[in-house]
C-alpha cells in the first residue's frame, strides 16, 4: 500500500463549478499536510498547508480527518487556470527533518 | 524570490555513461532534495543533505550518488545509467526551520 495515495482523475470539472478531491495516508503519526500543484511539465509549487482545523485560500479550503486518516482540497468557482494536478504531501516525522512524502497527484482539467 | 536551477532541462544519455545532474539555489538553505517523478509513481526521494557535504539516504538511493561540497549546490550521480533511471529528475531546497520546498524545472533524463 502506498503510503500517500490520490485517486489520479482526471476530474473534468465545468468552468464555475466545484470539485472536491481527498488524499488518504497510511502512517497515522504524520504531522504536517499540504497540497501542491504542478501544471504540466513544470515543477511543483507549495499551494497551502492543511490545519486541524480546515483552512481556506480564497477559493481553496483544505481539511484534515485525522480519525479517518485523510486530507481534502475543495476548489470553488473553478477557473480554467485552475488545471493542474494537485499533490497531497506528508510529513512522517518533522524531528527527523523536512523529508516529505508525495502522493501521485490528482489531475484538475476545468473546461469552459 | 527563491530560485533553484538545475544544470539542464533535457539530457540524453546511453547505458554505461556517467551522468552529472547539478542543482543550484541562491536563498542559502540548508536543505536540499533529489527527487525522480515517474508517471502514476508521484515524487520518490533518492536523497537528501541537511548541510555541506552531509548527505542521507531517501527511499530510492541505489544507482545514484550525491555530492555537496558547497551549500548552494547539490549535485546527483548515475555512476552508471540504466534505462530504468529515465525519469524525471527534480531538486529542492528548503530551509531548516520551514517545511516548504522550493522546487527547481526538472531534468528530463533519457537512458538510452
Known amino acids: 500500500r502506498k503510503e500517500v495515495e490520490q485517486d489520479p482523475g482526471p476530474f473534468n470539472v465545468p468552468e464555475g463549478a466545484t470539485v472536491a478531491f481527498n488524499c488518504t495516508y497510511s502512517?497515522?503519526?504524520?504531522?504536517?499536510f499540504f497540497w501542491y500543484r504542478q501544471d504540466c511539465r513544470k515543477e511543483p509549487k507549495l499551494l497551502m498547508s492543511v490545519y486541524s482545523s480546515g483552512n481556506e485560500d480564497g477559493r481553496f479550503t483544505a481539511q484534515l480527518n485525522r480519525a479517518s486518516q485523510y486530507i481534502s482540497l475543495l476548489i470553488r468557482d473553478s477557473k480554467l487556470s485552475d488545471s493542474a494536478t494537485y499533490l497531497c504531501v506528508v510529513n512522517k516525522n518533522k524531528a527527523a527533518g523536512n523529508k516529505l512524502t508525495f502522493g501521485g497527484g490528482t489531475r484538475v482539467l476545468v473546461k469552459p | 524570490d527563491v530560485k533553484v536551477t538545475q544544470s539542464s532541462r533535457y539530457l540524453v544519455k546511453r547505458t554505461g555513461e556517467k551522468v552529472f545532474l547539478e542543482c543550484v539555489q541562491d536563498?542559502?538553505?540548508?536543505?536540499m532534495f533529489w527527487y525522480r517523478q515517474d508517471p502514476g509513481l508521484g515524487l520518490r526521494l533518492i536523497y537528501f543533505s541537511y548541510d555541506v557535504k552531509m548527505k542521507e539516504k531517501g527511499d530510492i538511493p541505489e544507482g545514484y550518488s550525491v555530492s555537496r561540497e558547497k551549500k548552494e549546490r547539490f549535485s546527483l550521480i548515475l555512476e552508471s545509467a540504466s534505462t530504468n533511471q529515465t525519469s524525471m529528475y527534480l531538486c529542492?531546497?528548503?530551509?531548516?526551520?520551514?517545511?516548504?520546498?522550493?522546487f527547481g524545472p526538472g531534468t528530463r533524463l533519457l537512458v538510452l
Open positions: 536563498m542559502d538553505h540548508e536543505n
Open positions: 502512517n497515522s503519526a504524520s504531522q504536517s
Open positions: 529542492a531546497s528548503s530551509p531548516p526551520a520551514l517545511e516548504t520546498q522550493y
